[in-house]
């Protein structure tokens, strides 16, 4: 059994594709898309086409393992979610798990990964890993998927190997030369037809005049169902971060009532695992080093020290708030929060963007609940500002004050 497009999208997505050999969340030297081993060194490079390489070795020993494992049948979303498991535990870790045990007992396969795989969040010293949990929470929606079935009508596919379009479904190496036809892996085809399925093979009218040939079912995606992979989750109308951390600023000490932006920002970094950022009082400590908390300047410098980049605008706009949300990454927007909605004021105040729906931002407020119609605060309560889901009908008045593309927040957070 191969991964699917859907699997290794999930493997990459969490992952993530570094050129330069670096040490992982746990002090492991990694490079490309999460490969390990004794061939990357301190100042290891790849490219691209390295990169996809090494996933390609390091998937088939995870197949592999998956596939000797596991004693009872799998659907190709349950082998998808148990090979990432694999790939990011490893195979020895795999074997003694509690998961690996029920799952061969027989019981509800289900009901097995939603409580096994969320306990594998844990980085060195045990510490809870944000990205793990977001990684667990996405192989158990994986895993939990009805299994894939076969699509009809027009289709795209494309090659998960080095494979061959065939005038028979039988093995290529039982063809004559001029009864099929190589192709490369990766290699897509569009507006493709399904004419019949057989032998583990799928009959196929291509597009663009390129004839009626037989394919072999493992060897291509596109022919069942697939569910998109994103970087985000989705809840009926919300598009959102997955469990996004919160800090409430006012526990910070004498000053946490003025430090809204350094404690959304350390929010950002936390849901990045950036080390030795636990909380806010964590980012508070290296900001207070180079200047005033409610300058930019001074987290420049702090988010340099951290590794991380980032960028500020003046010039944001709703379509730039929801694309950083589809690529999994939060929103720092700075809002006018006093006086009505139709003509705020104020010196400014931060909060994190971390979901969008039809007409309403999802929002991590880390000094309470605004009440966003009169200015001010509703509620001021430790949790009170988690999760809060502001319309846009009053908030982006005091977001895109004026309106247009004039939104002020930083963008782009990324691990260098």
Not at 202 to 218: I, N
Request: proline share 5%; aromatic share 12%; glycine share 10%.
């Amino acid at each position: 059994m191969k991964t699917s497009q859907s699997g290794v999208d999930l493997i990459k997505l969490f992952e993530g594709l570094r050129f330069d050999a670096y040490y992982d969340a746990v002090g492991v030297l990694t490079i490309g898309y999460g490969h390990t081993g004794p061939d990357v060194k301190i100042n290891s490079r790849v490219n691209s086409p390295q990169a996809e390489a090494l996933l390609k070795q390091d998937l088939a020993k995870f197949e592999e393992a998956v596939e000797r494992l596991v004693k009872v049948p799998l659907n190709q979303f349950q082998f998808d979610a148990l090979v990432s498991f694999c790939f990011n535990i490893g195979v020895n870790a795999f074997n003694e798990s509690t998961l690996l045990r029920r799952l061969n007992a027989k019981e509800d396969p289900c009901i097995v990964a939603k409580e096994e795989l969320p306990r594998w969040n844990k980085g060195d010293g045990g510490k809870e890993l944000a990205g793990l949990t977001r990684r667990r929470s996405s192989e158990v929606e994986l895993f939990c998927q009805p299994a894939p079935t076969a699509r009809f009508g027009l289709i795209t596919i494309s090659a998960n190997a080095n494979t061959y379009l065939k005038k028979k479904p039988v093995p290529s190496e039982a063809l004559d030369n001029d009864q099929k036809a190589r192709i490369p892996q990766n290699r897509e085809i569009k507006n493709c037809t399904i004419l019949e399925r057989k032998n583990n093979h799928t009959y196929l009218e291509l597009g663009f005049g390129l004839g009626k040939w037989w394919v072999f079912d493992p060897h291509w995606n596109g022919l069942e169902t697939e569910p998109p992979i994103n970087a985000y989750a989705i809840d009926k109308d919300l598009y959102f971060l997955r469990d996004f951390p919160y800090f409430y600023q006012q526990d910070n000490g004498s000053e946490g009532w003025r430090q809204c932006q350094t404690s959304t920002i350390a929010m950002c970094l936390r849901y990045l695992d950036v080390p030795g950022i636990q909380d806010d009082v964590d980012y508070l400590k290296i900001v207070n080093k180079y200047g005033d908390t409610t300058h930019r300047e001074p987290h420049f410098k702090a988010l340099s020290e951290l590794g991380v980049q980032a960028k500020f605008t003046l010039s944001a706009d709703e379509h730039d708030v929801k694309n950083e949300i589809k690529k999994g990454v939060p929103v720092v927007a700075g809002i006018l929060h006093h006086g009505a909605y139709t003509a705020p004021v104020g010196g400014g105040h931060f909060v994190v963007i971390t979901g969008y729906g039809k007409d309403y931002w999802l929002v991590q407020d880390p000094y309470g609940s605004l009440n966003l119609v009169d200015g001010g605060w509703a509620k001021r309560g430790a949790v009170d500002g988690k999760n809060i889901k502001y319309p846009f009908k009053y908030f982006n008045p005091r977001f895109f004050y004026g309106g247009g593309a004039n939104g002020w927040c930083w963008l782009g957070f990324k691990k260098k």
